[in-house]
């Protein structure tokens, strides 16, 4: 195996930092020349998952609701279930 396809699987991982690290100086730079330009596209990309996560959040409170109710109709069912067992033993 030759040396420079060894070094290309450790290093790789090196390279791909040096990117994310300019793609990062380049958001910053752009947060500064432009703030209300990049915090409107901050909003705009994160106002779905936003919307995603109320939509989820309401229909998981709906599901708690739902489950609790019938828990408490199967509660009473069996309550009045042993109360009719107790008047015919009387």
């Known amino acids: ?16 930092m ?3 690290k300019a793609w990062a100086d380049y958001i910053v730079e ?12 901050v ?12 939509v989820l959040s309401w229909k998981l409170a709906k599901m708690i609701e739902a489950k609790e109710k019938d828990q408490k109709k199967k509660q009473k069912r069996q ?5 009719a067992k107790r008047t015919k033993k009387d």
Do not use: V
């Open 1 to 16: 195996m030759s040396r420079k396809g060894a070094r290309s699987g450790c290093f790789g991982a090196s390279r791909d």
């Open 18 to 20: 040096i990117d994310i």
């Open 30 to 41: 752009w947060a500064a020349k432009d703030p209300y330009g990049f915090l409107t596209t």
């Open 43 to 54: 909003i705009l990309a994160l106002t779905p998952l936003f919307l995603a996560s109320a």
């Open 79 to 83: 309550e009045n279930i042993a109360k």
